[in-house]
Nanobody, 124 residues
């Protein structure tokens, strides 16, 4: 079992920044990738970003490329999502997830464990 706890969400004005954190605990060895997904009201959950544990490859949705940066601290089992130039369209509940499947990191069905989510609200 792996436990994931997100933090860092909040209310920010458009153009502002937030950094989300995800703390992983439990059986964290053999994690293939960590991802961030988001779900806006009335919409399906969508891929935001992912990072493979080793090598440190990163992947982004087109909508956040150049604005968001995913990073991690392997020693502390922490994953971060730095979000800059936030837009009202980024408003959503953000979830972190752990993937053991060694398959497409952009597909949520490949993730095995999920956090409870953290709300990000961007005002215009």
């Amino acid at each position: 079992q792996v436990q994931l706890v997100e933090s860092g969400g909040g209310l920010v004005q458009a153009g502002g920044s937030l950094r989300l954190s995800c703390a992983a605990s439990g059986r964290t060895f053999n994690i293939y990738a960590m991802g961030w997904f988001r779900q806006a009201p009335g919409k399906e959950r969508e891929f935001v970003a992912a990072t493979k544990w080793s090598p440190r490859n990163t992947y982004y949705a087109d909508s956040v490329q150049g604005r968001f940066t995913i990073s991690r601290d392997n020693a502390k089992n922490l994953v971060y999502l730095q979000m800059n130039d936030l837009k009202p369209g980024d408003t959503a509940v953000y979830y972190c997830a752990a993937d053991y499947s060694r398959m497409d990191v952009a597909k949520q069905e490949n993730y095995d464990y999920w956090g409870q989510g953290t709300q990000v609200t961007v005002s215009s």
